[in-house]
């Protein structure tokens, strides 16, 4: 760490290795340049620590520091931003700063939960879902036309990564294998072609290539839990 204040400082994340919101938090302590201690958390058993450090959801991630706990990955982050101000994540500028946090409850509202949908629905269900993800991904390629370039590669504009690239992140490694597991296809490089630009970037950066996850292993999780999910709610 950078100071002697912030070695005395213990960071702590609860998550499960497959969880694109724990991955989240990963990247943002990462590009901090945070040191943080790692626990992977049993979602069947949940540890005492996890129940007692977020009582209301019981779910990962968790960022303990100094033993205080912070909860839900988009508050994670910005705590982060706010209480590590090297390498800030969100814009200075105010008007900025709102327009990257709009985007990411986009990503949030629209995607994210558009994605959990179509994977642990079928039928008329899933196809809903999958239409809503299309029409979500139209607007974020709008805006990723009318932001990224040749110059500017990331949606943190001049200063690369930032708060925005981070929350889309996990398209990146998620989508393609939610698409396979759920038997349904989102992203198309013809009808998306700056979005796929901008993952082949995001990828490539040196802090985030090394923590992608293993397709193969992904797809075997992935689909246990779909299978699961429709299980249940056959007997319903």
């Keep these: 760490m950078a100071s002697g204040a912030m070695q005395e400082e213990q960071v702590k994340l ?11 938090v990963e990247w943002a302590l990462k590009f901090k340049g945070v040191e943080y201690e790692y626990v992977e958390e049993d979602l069947i058993n949940k540890s005492s ?7 209301v959801h019981q779910k990962v991630p968790v960022l303990l ?18 209480n590590w101000k090297q ?8 008007h900025e700063r709102a327009k990257a ?8 509202q629209k995607i994210t939960e558009a994605t959990r949908t179509a994977l642990l629905t079928e039928g008329e269900q899933q196809e809903k879902a999958v239409k809503e993800l299309k029409e979500a991904m139209e607007v974020l390629e ?13 949606f943190g504009g001049k200063n690369g990564l930032g708060y925005v690239d981070i929350v889309l992140g ?8 939610i698409e396979e597991v759920g038997g349904f296809k989102v992203l198309d490089p013809q009808k998306q072609p700056h979005i796929h630009k ?9 802090l985030i290539k090394p923590t992608l996850l293993p397709k193969e292993k992904m797809v075997v999780y992935f689909q246990m839990v779909r299978q699961a999910v429709l299980g249940l709610a056959a007997k319903k």
């Design 65 to 82: 520091h100094n033993g205080n706990p912070i909860v839900e990955s988009l508050v994670i982050i910005e705590y982060i931003d706010e």
């Design 14 to 24: 609860l998550g499960i290795w497959v969880s694109p919101f724990v991955k989240r």
């Design 101 to 108: 946090r709009f985007w990411a409850n986009f990503i949030e």
């Design 87 to 94: 390498n800030p994540m969100l814009p200075q500028d105010p």
């Design 170 to 177: 996990w398209i990146c490694n998620w989508v393609e294998v």
């Design 198 to 206: 901008w993952m082949a970037n995001f990828v490539e950066v040196p």
């Design 142 to 154: 709008g805006e990723a036309a009318a932001k990224l370039n040749d110059k500017t590669l990331f």
């Design 49 to 55: 620590l996890l129940l007692t450090s977020n009582p």
